[in-house]
Structure formats: C-alpha cells, structure tokens
C-alpha cells in the first residue's frame, strides 16, 4: 500500500443517498435541491471558476442528517471539516465563498 497527500486543497461530499418513504439527501421530491443534482451544479460552478484540481466534489453515501439534508461535507488536507446540512441549489455560490476559496 501507498500513501499519499491528498492531491486537493479541499474535498467536497455530497450526500447522493436515496430512500423510499423516508427523508433522504436525493429523493426526488427535494427538487432541484435533490443531492444529485447539487452534485453536478457544484461540478458546474467550480469548472467555471478555475477551481478543478484544488477542489474535489465526490457524491457519498449517507452522511447521516437526512431528514436536514442534502448535507455536504467539506474536508480539507489538514484534516478538519465543516459538516451543511440543509444545502440548496441557489446557496452554493455563497457556499463557495464561505468555504471553498483556496
């Protein structure tokens, strides 16, 4: 086995979890807020501010706040991390300001 530094300054996990008739990050009655979907507008977002290769957005399993969801983790290489639950589509920008800028 081979260790390594993680290559990113930040790691992003979303939580893509679905369930049948329990609250979950991807259920599709979240809409436009659904994890999966977050997933992909957050991709979009840092593609389009030059952030590939220093920010890493990684779709999860649960992260275990599904009735507050989606929930996002955010890890960086030193090893702390903030924990949004709660995560809306038309907040990612300010999600990206708030923790994101490397």
């Known amino acids: ?5 993680i290559p990113y300054k930040r790691v992003l996990f979303i939580c893509t979890h679905k369930r049948e008739n329990e609250p979950a990050c ?3 009655e979240r809409g436009e807020n659904s994890g999966l979907l977050l997933a992909e507008e957050l991709k979009n977002e ?5 952030l590939n290769g220093k920010l890493r957005v990684v779709k999860s399993g649960c992260l275990d706040f599904c ?4 929930a996002l983790m955010v890890a960086d290489n030193a090893g ?3 924990l949004c639950a709660g995560l809306e589509k038309n907040k990612l920008p300010e999600i990206i300001e ?5």
Do not use: C, H, I, W
């Open 1 to 5: 086995m081979q260790k390594r530094a």
């Open 80 to 82: 702390d991390y903030t």
């Open 46 to 50: 840092l593609k389009a501010r030059g």
């Open 98 to 102: 708030e923790y994101l800028q490397v």
């Open 26 to 28: 991807a259920n599709v």
């Open 67 to 70: 009735s507050a969801g989606p």
